[in-house]
Nanobody, 124 residues
Framework: QVQLVESGGGLVQAGGSLRLSCAAS????????MAWFRQAPGKEREFVAG????????LYADSVKGRFTISRVNAKNTVYLQMNNLKPEDTAVYHC?????????????????WGQGTQVTVSS
């Protein structure tokens, strides 16, 4: 089992920045691909960004490319999502997820463990 706890969400004005953190406990964190997903009210959960176990490769949704950066520090069992130039359409609950696979998956059903999420609200 892997337990995931997100933090760092909040209310920010458009154009502002936030950094989300996801702390993992349980099995060896470095064995997992990690990702961030988000879910806005009335919408399906969608892939935002993912990173391989080594941190050597990452993948982003087109909607956040160039604005968001995913990173991880395996020694701290933590994955981060730096979000810059935030837009009102980025408003959602952000969840981190862990996958025992080798490549970065973008579908929710491919992930084995999920955190409870942290709310991000961007005002215009």
């Amino acid at each position: 089992q892997v337990q995931l706890v997100e933090s760092g969400g909040g209310l920010v004005q458009a154009g502002g920045s936030l950094r989300l953190s996801c702390a993992a406990s349980g099995r060896t964190f470095s064995n997992y691909v990690m990702a961030w997903f988000r879910q806005a009210p009335g919408k399906e959960r969608e892939f935002v960004a993912g990173i391989t176990w080594s941190g050597g490769s990452s993948l982003y949704a087109d909607s956040v490319k160039g604005r968001f950066t995913i990173s991880r520090v395996n020694a701290k069992n933590t994955v981060y999502l730096q979000m810059n130039n935030l837009k009102p359409e980025d408003t959602a609950v952000y969840h981190c997820a862990a996958d025992r696979g080798w490549t970065i998956a973008t579908m929710t059903e491919q992930y084995d463990y999920w955190g409870q999420g942290t709310q991000v609200t961007v005002s215009s």
